[in-house]
């Protein structure tokens, strides 16, 4: 059983930087891929960011290529995710999520346990 709790949501405007982090419960951390996906409302959860157990291998779709950034502190059982050039249509609730799969999972189905997820909200 893994819980994530995770933080750093809120309000920032367009052009502007967020970090979120997310705590994992655990001593089995490092066998977990972690993701981060997003949603808002009448839409489907969707894939942002994944990082396999190690740190090695990073997947980012298009939409944040670039601007986003996974990284992972495996002795504090910490994934972080550093948000950049912020855009209004990055405006979502963000989860943290933790997968027994490897290397790196972009499915949301992939992922076994979730957090409660935290708003961000990007004014233009």
């Known amino acids: 059983q893994v819980q994530l709790i995770e933080s750093g949501g809120g309000l920032v405007q367009a052009g502007g930087s967020l970090r979120l982090s997310c705590a994992a419960s655990?001593?089995?951390?490092?066998?977990?891929?972690m993701g981060w996906f997003r949603q808002v409302p009448g839409k489907e959860r969707e894939f942002v960011a994944a990082i396999s157990g190690g740190g090695g291998l990073r997947y980012y779709p298009d939409s944040v290529k670039g601007r986003f950034t996974i990284s992972r502190d495996n002795a504090k059982n910490m994934v972080s995710l550093q948000m950049t050039s912020l855009k209004p249509e990055d405006t979502a609730v963000y989860y943290c999520?933790?997968?027994?799969?490897?290397?790196?999972?972009?499915?949301?189905?992939?992922?076994?346990?979730w957090g409660q997820g935290t708003q961000v909200t990007v004014s233009s």
């Open positions: 999520a933790a997968s027994p799969l490897g290397p790196a999972p972009q499915a949301r189905e992939s992922y076994k346990y």
């Open positions: 655990g001593r089995t951390f490092t066998t977990y891929a």
